[in-house]
């Protein structure tokens, strides 16, 4: 089953949320009046009315909340630094326990975890390409990750949204190492042509492809695809890569090399939702070997030399979105498209309070 990435409250929800609320202050009534325990049981009857909160308050809320996030495939230590840090701002607070202690804490949860998807460096694609355009520069996208996550299928993709959106598009075909790479790019091409140009009338190709063939230097045939895409007037480049582990020395020094001399505009690493923490480690790996072989990122930045994470097969893990939140929290980067399916239009922007809202249900 598919997230709903454009998931709104609908008014059931709201009903069912607003009924615990009633449930949970007749609850807290019910304590006062008859001393029964309600709904938070001894949580709620350990603090009095407006008392300010303290770490023996919160940690049985937190701890909940906690394996929560850790079932839904939160990696352990980012969910418990998640937690700790929503301990920190809350204690000391007051409180108005009519309210509900836990709604008070999940919100705040809530909060903390959109910020997280909801990185400083607001990325406007669309927008960063016309300002390098009118530079006189092609836009260029490299796409990077370990073998068999699907970069070129979602490059692919990314290369249809842009058609989309009227830019004209050069691929380049920078993977000069796996039997059949250029060959799976060109079958691509030339189906978003059919799609999207049919029959042009001998005007400009929308979408190209810039290859060399195999064993050849990457860095080279990335170089020269830029610079003729800059004399030929294509708006955007797309530089696909060798699938290469994160612990492969000389393929990741290779790319390192191809990213430190051609100076992309966006890195980004394509990662599988599907295996979940895997994909947190291989790109925690992935990056911490770019830093090591002098990469960096968005403004040098000296934390991350990806600046930007695609995430495939988003529509096989439900409500499992924890990878998501670890990605975006280990880099803080953000997630700039996920994948739905198998078609070309399958390609979403990541919708941030509709991945919280699955991830706390």
């Not at 454009?6 to 607003?18: H, I, R, V």
């Not at 008859?34 to 009315?49: D, E, L, M, R, T």
């Not at 836990?102 to 903390?112: M, Y």
């Not at 959106?165 to 691509?188: K, M, P, S, W, Y």
């Given at each position: 089953?598919?997230?709903d ?5 609908s ?7 607003d009924?615990?609320g009633?449930?949970q ?5 019910q304590q006062?009046?008859?001393?029964k325990?309600g ?5 709620v009857?350990?603090?009095a009315y ?12 937190l ?8 079932a839904?495939n ?8 998640l ?8 204690e000391?607070?007051h409180?108005?326990?009519?309210t509900?202690l836990k709604?008070?804490?999940?919100n705040?949860l809530e ?11 607001n ?5 960063e ?8 520069s092609?836009y260029?996208?490299v796409f990077?990750g370990?073998n068999?996550?699907g ?8 290369a249809?949204?842009l058609?989309v959106?009227g830019?004209r598009?050069?691929v ?9 790479a250029?060959?799976q ?5 030339h189906a ?6 049919g029959?042009?009338g ?13 064993g050849k230097?990457?860095?080279?045939i ?6 003729y ?9 797309l530089?696909?890569?060798a699938?290469?582990m994160?612990g ?7 790319l390192?090399k191809?990213?430190?001399?051609n ?10 939702a599907?295996?979940g923490?895997e994909?947190v480690d ?6 911490k ?5 002098g990469?960096r ?11 930007g994470?695609v995430?495939t097969?988003?529509d096989t893990?439900?409500d499992?979105v924890g ?11 953000p997630?700039?498209f ?8 399958d ?5 941030a309070r509709?991945v919280v809202r699955?991830l706390m249900?």
């Amino acid at each position: 089953m598919q997230p709903d990435l454009d998931f709104e409250t609908s008014d059931d929800d709201e009903d069912e949320e607003d009924g615990e609320g009633e449930e949970q202050e007749e609850a807290v009534q019910q304590q006062q009046t008859s001393g029964k325990k309600g709904f938070f049981g001894s949580i709620v009857s350990s603090f009095a009315y407006n008392k300010p909160l303290s770490k023996a308050d919160l940690e049985p809320i937190l701890s909940t909340l906690r394996d929560h996030l850790i079932a839904k495939n939160v990696a352990v230590e980012i969910a418990t630094r998640l937690c700790d840090s929503v301990a920190t701002k809350l204690e000391g607070q007051h409180v108005n326990t009519w309210t509900g202690l836990k709604g008070f804490v999940r919100n705040a949860l809530e909060e903390s975890i959109l910020r997280i998807l909801s990185p400083n460096r607001n990325l406007n694609i669309l927008r960063e390409v016309q300002v390098k355009n009118d530079a006189g520069s092609p836009y260029v996208i490299v796409f990077c990750g370990v073998n068999g996550v699907g970069k070129s299928t979602n490059l692919a993709k990314i290369a249809n949204w842009l058609l989309v959106n009227g830019q004209r598009v050069l691929v380049i075909a920078c993977d000069t190492f796996r039997a059949g790479a250029i060959e799976q790019l060109r079958t691509h091409i030339h189906a978003l042509k059919s799609i999207h140009e049919g029959d042009n009338g001998g005007g400009a190709s929308k979408i190209d492809l810039f290859e060399k063939g195999y064993g050849k230097d990457s860095t080279g045939i990335a170089m020269e695809g830029i610079r003729y895409a800059a004399n030929s007037g294509y708006q955007v480049c797309l530089v696909d890569t060798a699938g290469r582990m994160q612990g492969n020395e000389p393929l990741m020094k290779q790319l390192a090399k191809l990213i430190k001399v051609n100076e992309p505009d966006l890195t980004l690493f394509v990662g599988e939702a599907l295996v979940g923490n895997e994909a947190v480690d291989q790109l925690v790996n992935f990056n911490k070997s770019l830093l090591d072989n002098g990469c960096r990122g968005a403004q040098n930045s000296a934390v991350s030399a990806i600046n930007g994470i695609v995430l495939t097969k988003f529509d096989t893990i439900d409500d499992q979105v924890g990878a998501a939140i670890s990605m975006t929290y280990i880099t803080g980067q953000p997630i700039v498209f996920v994948g739905v399916g198998q078609t070309y239009r399958d390609l979403k922007q990541l919708n941030a309070r509709a991945v919280v809202r699955a991830l706390m249900k």
